[in-house]
């Protein structure tokens, strides 16, 4: 595979790096050479990539020609905007509080080579921006208000820009990117397709642990899928894979949210997709969909400050109150008495106009079928925490928690109206990946919500399909983005 850095003019590179070579944007553009080339890596370093303008040319006919460029076209249009460019970095704003805190000034430009600066004090925070941004040549500026450092905006810069002093660590930087690059793995077949996983090592309650995620990893690879595990600070890669698995814990007002529309705009498979997100995040979208769907669920009352005083005409208690967007047992609380109910409701209602109240119905286990392409994948019980109402218990908020067993059985073993009933809910929502959670009480089964990014935990949902279910999930990206890609061709 061929690197080439393209500028302007080859004087705006003066200095050669063993195996790459440096091309005029016009040559690039114009000699039928280069547009024969298969797999190239070109490095666009032009003096501007104003639209249409030679800079914005290379990174767009790269694209086209099957080239791998940097800057892509739609990291040029992302760079523009200031409120883009603020929405994709506001992961890193602990990173920079602690890298910019020894600034006197309110002012500090940044000039980042190939993910490094001059000084080794800012290399953190360089390779973060340079791998949410994805640009060879990058300079950020950034502005202090109120004690706190933030990202005005970010812009790349061309081989021109670069100042005498920084050429010799510029070029250093970019050998030792070019160098550390790693070689492709000799394969028995090469991969179809590539797959981003992306996950929180740091958060103990996303949606598969890591058992799990090697485990999904080998079946893609069996499926001809190249699955990586991608963070936060991969965003500005997914135009470099074909889907996304989000198997972090999805918020909409998150950045799984983001990754997720990212993602879809990109043109990727997407599971969780944006509307599954904001469907299943929400309870007060989900109780008016069931109940206009006729599907039975825990007598249910939506709450707000003109009928709150009305709940207890409606329902009994012990009453379940829910935040819309509660998740994991957090924002779900029971409350036994007139006086509970109203003080929880009126902290409730602080947060939210709308707010869940609910039949409580105790049982010994919750039931979750996990759907997947309108097909059930797997049926769990969820048992209750020993002497605990959930199947989660927490040591206050965000603390400790205690989760009960679960319990994986055949699908001819789960009751047919559960099963029923909950691929008639997921139905609803799409076809992605979800967990319906249901409950029998005597002659009694409701739906309690629809998750999306349901669990998968080695040891706990695979329990009956064992590494099977790992790979009906990766069969099914491998469908859609074989669908996908004879779409576009069409």
Request: proline share 5%.
């Given at each position: ?39 190239a ?22 694209e ?17 905007s200031r ?12 990173l ?9 000034s ?48 970010v ?11 920084h ?17 492709p ?72 949210y983001?990754y997720?529309?990212?993602a ?17 995040n ?19 009352l ?29 924002g ?15 902290q ?86 979800y ?22 935990d ?32 069409s």
């Amino acid at each position: 595979m061929s690197i080439l850095i393209v500028v302007t003019n080859p004087r705006d590179w003066p200095l050669a790096i063993p195996g790459v070579t440096v091309v005029p944007a016009r040559a690039y553009l114009t000699d039928a050479a280069y547009g024969k080339e298969r797999g190239a890596r070109v490095f666009n370093l032009c003096r501007s990539y104003r639209y249409q303008s030679l800079g914005y040319y290379v990174s767009l006919l790269a694209e086209a020609r099957g080239h791998k460029p940097l800057p892509r076209v739609g990291t040029i249009e992302d760079l523009q905007s200031r409120n883009l460019v603020r929405l994709l970095t506001q992961g890193l704003d602990e990173l920079v509080q602690r890298s910019l805190a020894p600034i006197k000034s309110d002012e500090f430009e940044l000039s980042i080579y190939f993910g490094r600066n001059v000084a080794k004090h800012y290399d953190q925070l360089s390779g973060q921006l340079f791998k949410l941004l994805q640009a060879p040549l990058l300079r950020a500026h950034f502005q202090r208000r109120d004690g706190q450092w933030r990202i005005r905006g970010v812009r790349p810069m061309a081989a021109s820009d670069i100042p005498p002093q920084h050429q010799a660590f510029a070029i250093e930087a970019a050998s030792d990117y070019f160098l550390r690059r790693p070689r492709p793995l000799k394969r028995r077949a090469a991969p179809r397709f590539d797959l981003a996983i992306l996950h929180d090592p740091d958060n103990p309650e996303q949606a598969s642990d890591a058992r799990a995620l090697r485990k999904f990893e080998r079946a893609a690879q069996q499926m001809g899928i190249h699955a990586e595990l991608v963070t936060r600070a991969d965003f500005g890669r997914l135009s470099a894979f074909d889907a996304l698995f989000i198997r972090d814990t999805t918020f909409v007002n998150h950045y799984t949210y983001r990754y997720s529309r990212q993602a879809l705009a990109e043109g990727l498979v997407v599971i969780d997709d944006p509307q599954s997100i904001l469907k299943c995040n929400n309870k007060v979208y989900l109780a008016e969909l069931l109940a206009r769907h006729r599907i039975p669920t825990p007598r249910t009352l939506l709450v707000h400050r003109d009928n709150a005083g009305q709940i207890l005409q409606v329902l009994t208690l012990p009453i379940v109150l829910k935040q819309p967007d509660s998740s994991f047992s957090l924002g779900v609380v029971k409350v036994t008495s007139a006086v509970e109910l109203r003080a929880t409701v009126e902290q409730l209602l602080e947060k939210s106009e709308l707010i869940i109240a609910q039949e409580y119905l105790p049982t010994a286990f919750d039931w979750r079928v996990g759907i997947l392409d309108r097909r059930v994948l797997f049926v769990c019980q969820y048992f209750m925490v020993p002497g605990h109402w959930q199947i989660i218990k927490r040591n206050g908020q965000g603390g400790a928690y205690r989760e009960g067993a679960t319990l994986a059985l055949p699908l001819d073993q789960a009751p047919a109206r559960v099963v029923k009933m909950a691929l008639k809910a997921a139905d609803l929502i799409g076809d992605g990946f979800y967990g319906v959670d249901l409950k029998e009480v005597g002659r009694r089964c409701c739906v309690i919500e629809v998750n999306d990014n349901p669990n998968v935990d080695a040891g706990n949902e695979d329990g009956v399909l064992k590494d099977a279910l790992y790979r009906e999930v990766m069969a099914v990206f491998a469908k859609r983005i074989e669908a996908r890609r004879r779409g576009a061709s069409s």
